[in-house]
């Protein structure tokens, strides 16, 4: 008698542990079917934006401008600036090289024209706005090319960066619209006093933005 309650007692254990186990594989599948699912809908997405139509308004606004700088005034200075616009900011990286070790002002000039050889068929600054020319944000005025001064390191080499929502790449508002100008890096540096330049001297690079 005692032995079969026993066996029984076995068979009770053995069954509900075989449905725990049953009933854990189940958990498991669903959770497999949910991942699914997310998946799939992480891929319609994908899909979506790969769409032009449906990317929203603000990956419309990406642009880009290169401008590759070529030395004047047999100076040997070289670089490149690259203008991206995102969401109504322009972001400028300039990188030169061949500078003699200091500051030099770097502008932006009227006119994308760099054939001459001093630099000079570039035009006088961009001044769309008709103000003092100045330091970048002076309550006095500036110009809207007044990017200021860079300094080169020993060996000639130079970067600055420039943020600012007061440009933009090609958006046809002649206050801000950078297309069609040119970035000129002068030999000397700027006073942000003396007018309408800065007395930054001669022009040692220049390269017209251009798309
Ligand atoms: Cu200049």
């Not at 079917?33 to 990317?55: F, H, I, L």
């Not at 500078?99 to 760099?114: F, M, N, R, T, V």
């Not at 002076?138 to 001064?149: F, L, P, Q, S, T």
Request: overall charge negative; charged content about 25%.
């Amino acid at each position: 008698m005692k032995r079969s309650i026993l066996y029984i007692s076995i068979l009770a254990l053995c069954l509900s542990v075989s449905c725990k186990s049953d009933k854990k594989e189940d958990a498991t599948e669903n959770t497999e079917t949910t991942t699914t699912e997310v998946e799939t809908k992480a891929e319609d997405k994908s899909r979506e934006t790969a769409n032009p139509k449906d990317e929203p308004a603000y990956y419309a606004d990406k642009k880009k401008a290169t401008v590759t700088l070529d030395p004047k005034s047999n100076s040997g200075v070289s670089g490149s600036v690259v203008f991206t616009q995102d969401q109504g900011v322009v972001t400028m990286i300039a990188v030169l090289d061949g500078l003699s070790q200091g500051q030099h002002a770097i502008h932006i000039h009227e006119k994308a024209d760099c054939t001459s050889d001093d630099g000079k068929s570039a035009g006088g600054h961009w001044n769309p706005t008709g103000q003092p020319h100045g330091k970048w944000g002076d309550e006095a005025g500036y110009h809207k090319g007044d990017i200021g001064n860079v300094t080169a390191d020993a060996n000639g080499h130079a970067t600055i960066t420039m943020i600012t929502d007061q440009w933009c790449i090609g958006c046809g508002d002649e206050t801000k619209d950078i297309l069609g100008k040119a970035i000129i890096v002068h030999q000397g540096v700027d006073d942000f006093k003396s007018q309408p330049s800065g007395a930054a001297g001669s022009r040692v690079s220049c390269g017209g933005i251009i798309q």
